[in-house]
């Protein structure tokens, strides 16, 4: 009998192009599988009709998903006007009788301005937001409408890129919990004629554009040895917070959970470095002391 190959420490950051089609877990295990790591996750999923940017975190950097869980991302959006879908997007069922929907330029853009700044999305039934333990989509798959209310979000900014056929192209700035295919669904309600997202592309999140992302084929295509070029180091998605390096004794102090006085650094959460070393996050009071928030296991780390 063959041995299964023993899974081995990878510890940092893929950005990865996903492609379309294929869930954000079928992606991660995938990228698991080609770099032969013991952990990973992902930093929030997108449809599997939807493509671009899913950044995949392995080992210690599985602790700081949350910094990209709450950034503001940014897509580009193609909106089918005429007709809703139960799902909000292509692959969904059509909902009433499809309509013609001519709408011109000028109509279009002043409809848009009205969804820019903070609005209230009802999140949609196929979504993996949970009730009593189990996600929606569960639930809308038996057929079952469970009531939601309505978030609020805000929509930084959202341009027209183009018109054509029965639809139109548009780029999406907005925060964290927004649903572009709701943000279809009710710009087409608000020109009256029905609208479905029939093509969506992840190009940002917080700093981190697509130009940096990989393709799955891409990774496999790389020999095994080389595939580990594409993993970024763990302090990747924390590089936007202040710095602060320790000495050896404040360092030993540190990972022994104990709080540092007379660090000279602005209150918040920091970056917390032994010597060269990432050690984790500390948070910063405002008595300069700085206590230890999200440590990782350095001994793993070279």
Same mark, same amino acid.
């Given at each position: 009998m063959q041995r299964k190959l023993a899974r081995?420490?990878? =510890?940092?950051?893929v950005f990865l192009d996903k492609p379309c089609g294929m869930t954000s877990n079928a992606a991660l295990q995938k990228a698991k599988w080609l770099l032969n790591a013991a952990k990973a996750g992902h930093t929030g999923t997108l449809d599997p009709m939807a493509t671009g940017l899913l950044p995949l975190t392995f080992g210690e950097a599985t602790k700081f998903s949350q910094m990209l869980l709450d950034a503001d991302k940014t897509y580009e959006a193609t909106v089918s006007l005429g007709q809703e879908t139960d799902t909000g997007d292509a692959d969904g069922k059509?909902?009433?009788?499809?309509? =013609?929907?001519?709408?011109?330029?000028?109509?279009?853009?002043?409809?848009?301005e009205r969804f820019v700044g903070d609005i209230e999305q009802l999140p949609p039934m196929y979504s993996a937001l949970k009730r009593e333990g189990k996600p929606l989509?569960?639930?809308a798959r038996a057929g079952i409408e469970v009531e939601r209310s309505a978030r609020p979000v805000r929509i930084h900014s959202l341009s027209?890129?183009?018109i054509s056929g029965g639809g139109f192209d548009i780029e999406v700035a907005c925060s964290k919990g927004t649903y572009i295919r709701t943000?279809?669904? =009710?710009?087409?309600?608000?020109?009256?004629?029905?609208?479905?997202?029939?093509a969506l592309r992840r190009t940002r999140?917080?700093?981190? =554009?697509?130009?940096?992302?990989?393709?799955?084929?891409?990774?496999?295509a790389s020999e095994p040895?080389?595939?580990?070029?594409?993993?970024?180091?763990v302090d990747t998605l924390v590089g936007h917070l202040p710095q602060v390096v320790l000495d050896a004794e404040q360092t030993r102090l540190m990972l022994n959970g104990h709080m540092l006085n007379g660090i000279d650094s602005p209150k918040g959460l920091v970056r917390l470095y032994g010597g060269e070393r990432f050690i984790g996050l500390g948070e910063v009071r405002d008595t300069g002391e700085v206590s230890p928030?999200?440590?990782?296991?350095?001994g793993q780390l070279s």
């Open positions: 081995r420490a990878v =510890d940092g950051v059509p909902l009433g009788t499809s309509m =013609d929907a001519i709408v011109d330029s000028a109509t279009l853009s002043r409809t848009l989509y569960e639930y027209l890129r183009g943000l279809a669904i =009710d710009i087409g309600r608000a020109l009256g004629c029905g609208a479905h997202l029939s999140i917080g700093v981190f =554009d697509i130009a940096q992302a990989v393709s799955l084929a891409e990774l496999e040895a080389a595939r580990d070029a594409f993993v970024k180091p928030k999200r440590l990782i296991a350095t």
